[in-house]
């Protein structure tokens, strides 16, 4: 039995199934997908891409850090902002219930 339950969205639209019914997600996936939809909300992806080498960059590492924990279903002091080597920005944080949950943010917002 799960705790969290939430609709699967992607690219902004509702999965559906073989069916054509609605597919959900649970636990540490709708954990995932909350913490995405914040960043796209607040618009910080953006700032974070676009601001590329400066001192904006950092600020706006905090301000997701901050973002990310704020959800009561993150264990405080776990969230971390990655760069990789090929360029694309991470946001990585462990769950109290159900383990670490990773987001990539992407150009167009975040994964």
């Not at 639209?13 to 954990?31: F, K, M, Q």
């Not at 109290?96 to 949950?101: A, E, K, N």
């Amino acid at each position: 039995m799960s705790i969290y339950r939430d609709l699967h969205i992607s690219n902004g639209d509702v999965v559906l199934d073989a069916g054509l019914n609605p597919s959900y997600l649970t636990d540490r996936a709708a954990i995932a997908q909350d913490i995405v939809h914040a960043i796209l909300d607040t618009g910080l992806a953006h700032l974070l891409i676009s601001d590329r080498g400066t001192g904006v960059t950092a600020d706006t590492q905090i301000k997701l850090k901050l973002l990310v924990e704020d959800d009561v279903r993150i264990m405080p002091g776990t969230v971390r902002i990655e760069q990789s080597s090929s360029g694309h920005w991470w946001v990585l944080a462990d769950t109290i219930d159900f383990g670490p949950v990773t987001a990539q943010i992407t150009q167009g917002g975040a994964l």
